[in-house]
């Protein structure tokens, strides 16, 4: 794969001057690799008839867990109200139209992966101070007497 990566990459007149960028650039593929492949799967087994649409969450929409994946779940309270800050996996829908009013229904096949509004707040807030301990002093026993 290495060689083949090589030239497509000449080919975008990218330079690559060691393997370790080649090895780094492989294993970044793969993510986008297993990406293509979940919406081919999610084309091919649970579509047979109907259009497909790509489904990008925008910016400011309310999240929900039931329409959406949330790329960076980490420590987030549920039951609060989050804002999605960005798509970062595209999802795609069933497009049908609905009988017999021919109004056309919405089914969620692949979910898109969004970043939250918390994510970010997160990685820009700053660590936290750490916890100064109390300095311990040397007590003496209740029986000995003190040094002088």
């Known amino acids: 794969m290495a060689v083949e990566l ?12 060691s393997e370790d960028n080649v090895r780094s650039f492989e294993g970044k593929a793969r993510v986008i690799f297993k990406a293509v492949l ?5 084309i091919g087994e649970k579509v047979t008839s109907a259009d497909i649409e790509v489904n990008v969450v925008p910016p400011g929409s309310p999240f929900s867990k039931a329409l959406m994946e949330d790329e960076y779940p980490g420590d987030r ?4 109200p989050e804002s999605v800050i960005a798509t970062t996996g595209i999802g795609l829908w069933k497009v049908a139209p609905s009988a017999p009013n021919g109004v056309l229904a ?14 970010l ?3 820009f807030e700053p660590p936290l101070p750490p916890v100064a301990k109390p300095k ?6 209740p029986d000995e007497k003190p040094k002088t």
């Open 38 to 42: 979940d919406v081919r799967t999610a």
């Open 6 to 17: 090589r030239a497509i990459l000449l080919a975008a007149s990218w330079e690559v001057y």
């Open 106 to 119: 919405y089914t969620n096949v692949l979910s898109p992966k969004i970043v939250l509004e918390s994510t």
């Open 136 to 141: 311990r002093t040397k007590t003496s026993k």
């Open 77 to 80: 309270r549920e039951g609060r």
């Open 121 to 123: 707040i997160a990685v």
